[in-house]
């Protein structure tokens, strides 16, 4: 196979072969005579080694040698080409979506500002509410015979950001790591998701922060389960691999991992492409319908889907079939494992699937039956606005999670090899994260996000992050077509 | 035992009763019946709607007439026995426990069904089953015993297709529809049908009270995924 990227040390190594323990890929290996041995082709530029070497000796950079240059085959074409015609197999990778052409649509979103009209806010001065409570509205004011007001709010999550966790499942990620995510949900009073992986009886105190999640191969789901998280959310796809199950190979099915899945040992653990049980909105409504009864119609039931072409007609069922909120992910989220082909290639970005989405509900008149929770290549505090400003009630993190962690998004999750301890089960590599501080870094990620969320806000004139969903009056966009515009809903800049 | 109608006291009331035994009378396609249901005996008459006992979790439901679609939904443990049939999607993602039904079952019966430690789960079918029978099955013990249909298929289209564990008994001669080359069909010996089916089949004649022997009598054929072909070498990594 072709070498991507080339190791190198210059005059100021000490020969103390950190790199070497470091390098969980056996790019570096230390030799019987103290010396450094360099694998290239093994490298996948995770940045460990250049991390943690004392004195900056390392440099990891692209490999010059590459192939001649072609208008029409890049270089990554001809050895993905050289790799398949090698060994048959699905091209396998991780992390988000990497298709070159498709536009980052917050990146062409300007936010406003308040000037001379109406006065900004300071928000080190005055109160801003980030408060956001996720769930249906009821759609009438009840009273008794006395007049009184009667309670008749189904059941919500209550965020004091509106910044959430995504799915990440035990066994794609490590029990230290969902430790750490579970922690500082709690700290900061918001909400964790367990993924298709179970919950480990270690998370169990966590569970007022706990979303946990019903998928189609139903892994770890039990009565016990369902009872045990804030939130119940039916998994019919991610925006990694839309339309597609998913398999965790028996390499990582073990110990804990087998116990919390109730999978045995060693077994693959495959997810059917779809529910089986669900073929239709009707099937859907029934299966929301039963995870109410099972727990008592104490918790909300949350719907996550990819963001697919009609995704406005989806969202429309879905919520007409009885779940609380809606979760959609883009075409940039993140994934432990997923063919290449269906990451780059399927499914459509989280902005104009939430601008659709919102837009189809309002004008069906059901937008308050549901909330939006919209996820897929949130990068940091101004994407979660600007989602938000589209039709979103909050938006989860992955990516941007596992980076507060150590993550250099190197998309090597499915070697089971992670370096930096978080998307693998080899206990050698799970103790390298604390989660403690794990968790700490967490708070401080959403913490400052937070505040910046509250100053941006304080400058549009906005107190209340409810003020500005769907407030699509603070948004502009640059380099976009008249189609793009209209799909945002949002005006040219100047407009 | 407590008797409540399901048109004048709903599923409320008999939620409170955890561990006794209840009959309910009247159904008439009430769905969620049993839903979760952690202990305790029920008896249904009439015919239950959807998702009945789904998440069971260690009770019992009788249904004395038929069950309809998604029953046993991701069942955990105890026992389902219908004396009529069953729908479409019976026993989806169960995990553990004794789903029995005397006469048929719809399509996509016992789709990824799955055993742990403890957990085995059991489905038994006395008639015939749908397509896409087991699909994804990923542990646990199928049986179709074809009673009432005898030298004809006892199986539809796809039976077994995708699965990695488990095993699916059929008692037939007749090879299935269309198996999939990632399966493998083979006879059962003497020793696998008293060592594993027997206890099964003659549990399954004591619930709904026939004579064993009429349901194990002739030859059985077993159906598990071929091991040398595992999802793993789909792959490539980048």
Excluded at chain 1, 105 to 116: G, P, T
Excluded at chain 1, 246 to 270: C, F, Q, W
Excluded at chain 1, 306 to 324: E, T
Aim: proline share 3%.
């Amino acid at each position: 196979m072709m070498r991507r990227y080339r190791i190198r040390k210059d005059d100021s190594c000490i020969l103390c072969l950190r790199c070497a323990r470091e390098c969980s890929f056996g790019a570096i290996t230390a030799e019987q005579d103290g010396s450094l041995a360099f694998h290239h082709e093994k490298c996948t530029d995770c940045q460990r080694c250049a991390s943690f070497c004392p004195t900056g000796a390392i440099f990891i950079t692209e490999d010059e040698n590459t192939f001649r240059k072609n208008g029409v085959f890049s270089h990554d074409d001809i050895t993905e080409i050289l790799l398949q015609a090698e060994t048959g197999g699905v091209l396998l990778s991780s992390m988000g979506a990497s298709g070159k052409n498709v536009p980052i649509y917050f990146d062409k979103m300007l936010l406003n500002a308040s000037q001379v009209t109406n006065p900004s806010i300071d928000p080190l001065r005055e109160p801003m509410e980030t408060a956001v409570f996720l769930g249906q509205r009821p759609e009438k004011i009840q009273r008794d015979a006395e007049g009184r007001i009667t309670d008749n709010l189904p059941p919500h999550l209550e965020l004091s950001s509106p910044i959430m966790f995504s799915a990440m499942s035990y066994g794609a990620i490590s029990l230290n790591v969902q430790k750490a995510l579970a922690a500082a949900a709690e700290e900061i009073g918001t909400y964790w998701n367990t993924g298709e992986g179970g919950l480990h009886e270690s998370l169990y105190p966590y569970k007022r922060n706990t979303i946990v999640q019903v998928a189609s191969g139903r892994f770890g789901v039990h009565e016990t389960y369902l009872n045990a998280a804030a939130a119940i959310e039916i998994k019919i796809g991610q925006g990694a691999k839309p339309g597609i199950g998913g398999h965790l190979t028996g390499k990582k099915i073990i110990g804990d991992v087998s116990r919390t899945r109730m999978v045995p040992e060693g077994l693959d653990a495959i997810s059917p492409a779809p529910h089986h049980d669900i073929y239709s909105i009707e099937d859907l409504a029934q299966l929301v319908m039963s995870i109410k009864e099972a727990t008592g119609f104490r918790k909300p039931v949350i719907v996550k889907v990819a963001a697919v072409h009609n995704i406005a007609p989806i969202a429309s069922g879905i919520a007409r079939s009885g779940a609380d909120i809606i979760s959609i992910d883009g075409y940039r989220g993140g994934t432990g494992a997923a063919p290449k082909r269906i990451r780059d290639n399927v499914g459509i970005p989280i902005e104009l699937a939430i601008a659709a989405v919102d837009q189809r509900l309002r004008e069906e008149r059901i937008r308050d039956r549901v909330s939006i929770i919209a996820s897929g290549g949130i990068r940091n505090s101004s994407d979660a606005i600007k989602a938000i400003a589209l039709g979103a009630d909050a938006v989860s993190i992955g990516t941007a999670a596992l980076c507060a962690l150590g993550c250099h998004i190197c998309a090597s999750c499915h070697t089971g090899r992670c370096a930096w301890g978080l998307a693998t089960q080899d206990p050698d590599l799970t103790k390298r994260l604390d989660p403690e501080k794990g968790a700490r870094r967490l708070v401080n990620l959403v913490n400052a996000w937070t505040r910046e969320i509250k100053e941006i806000m304080g400058g549009m004139g906005i107190n209340s992050i409810e003020a500005l969903r769907g407030n699509r009056m603070a948004l502009r966009g640059v380099d976009l077509n008249a189609k793009e515009l209209a799909i945002l809903g949002i005006g040219y800049a100047g407009e | 035992m407590k008797v409540f109608d399901i048109r004048n006291n709903g599923l409320e009331e008999m939620r409170k009763c955890s561990g006794e035994e209840i009959t309910l009378t009247g159904c008439l396609g009430e769905r969620y019946i049993g839903c979760g249901m952690k202990d305790g005996i029920l008896h249904v008459e009439g015919t239950p709607g959807n998702a009945l006992a789904s998440y069971l979790d260690g009770g019992t439901v009788y249904v004395d007439g038929n069950a309809q679609d998604a029953a046993a939904d991701t069942m955990n443990a105890g026992l389902l026995a219908v004396k009529g049939s069953a729908g479409d999607a019976l026993a989806y993602g169960m995990r553990g426990g004794r789903v029995y039904v005397l006469g048929d079952a719809g399509y996509r019966a016992g789709v990824h069904m799955k055993a742990y430690e403890e957990h085995r789960s059991i489905l038994v079918i006395g008639g015939r089953a749908g397509s896409f029978l087991g699909e994804y099955l990923a542990g646990g013990i199928i049986i179709v015993l074809g009673m009432g249909y005898e030298g004809r298929s006892i199986t539809g289209y796809f039976c077994g297709n995708g699965m990695y564990a488990g095993t699916i008994y059929l008692r037939t001669e007749t090879e299935p529809l269309n198996l999939s080359d990632k399966l493998i069909r083979r006879s059962v010996g003497e020793k696998e049908k008293e060592d594993i089916l027997r206890p099964i089949i003659t549990d399954f004649a004591s619930v709904f009270s026939i004579p064993a022997e009429q349901c194990i009598e002739g030859s059985f054929i077993a159906i598990e995924a071929d091991k040398s072909k595992s999802y793993s070498q789909l792959y490539a990594a980048v």
